[in-house]
């Protein structure tokens, strides 16, 4: 089985600073993508930023400039640094990545979700 566990989020003004981090665990034989979601109250789950296994990223329009996603391959963990936060960035956070497994292939796994809060 393959399990991802989130950590960093949190309460912070408008204007501030968190990072996130997503951590897989499990029989993994690769990770091709790492990306990060996020789902408003309300709101349909939203796609913010990936990178991919060659180091390319992407970004939603909404977060350029302001939001940078990274890797560490070795430790099977993806990251988030959010940077001039706004109300409208809060959300719970989801990281997700396709993963491989020797025995089963390849699918999407999800992590449980990190709330963040921005206040105004």
């Known amino acids: 089985q393959v399990q991802l566990v989130e950590s960093g989020g949190g309460l912070v003004q408008a204007g501030g600073s968190l990072s996130l981090s997503c951590a897989a665990s499990?029989?993994?034989?690769?990770?091709?993508?790492m990306g990060w979601y996020r789902q408003a109250p309300g709101k349909q789950r939203e796609f913010v930023a990936r990178?991919?296994?060659?180091?390319?990223?992407d970004y939603a329009d909404s977060v350029k400039g302001r939001f940078t996603i990274s890797s560490d391959n070795a430790k099977n963990t993806v990251y988030l640094q959010m940077n001039s936060l706004q109300p409208e960035d809060t959300a719970v956070y989801y990281c997700?990545?396709?993963?491989?497994?020797?025995?089963?292939?390849?699918?999407?796994?999800w992590g449980q979700g990190t709330q963040v809060t921005v206040s105004s």
């Open positions: 499990g029989s993994i034989f690769s990770i091709n993508t």
């Open positions: 990178v991919f296994g060659g180091g390319g990223t």
């Open positions: 997700k990545m396709t993963v491989t497994r020797r025995m089963t292939g390849t699918r999407e796994y």
